[in-house]
């Protein structure tokens, strides 16, 4: 009972230690999607700025 006890342990350490590393790989994925998300949004106002003013102009 002891033995099947340590191994549960062992295995629910192992199975911690993978899904905090699967954490920490989701976490820079999402960091990195706001960045590009962030980057097209700016893109995007810029963009529509610009039309904006091309438009301002042909009035």
């Given at each position: 009972?002891i033995a099947?006890?340590?191994?549960?342990?062992?295995?629910?350490?192992?199975?911690?230690?993978?899904?905090?590393s699967l954490?920490?790989?989701?976490?820079?994925?999402?960091?990195?999607?706001?960045?590009?998300?962030?980057?097209?949004?700016?893109?995007?106002?810029?963009?529509?700025?610009?039309?904006d003013q091309?438009?301002?102009?042909?009035?």
């Amino acid at each position: 009972m002891i033995a099947q006890l340590i191994a549960r342990l062992e295995h629910e350490q192992a199975e911690n230690r993978r899904l905090s590393s699967l954490l920490t790989t989701r976490d820079a994925e999402l960091t990195l999607a706001k960045k590009r998300f962030e980057e097209l949004r700016h893109n995007a106002e810029a963009l529509a700025k610009s039309l904006d003013q091309n438009n301002d102009t042909l009035l």
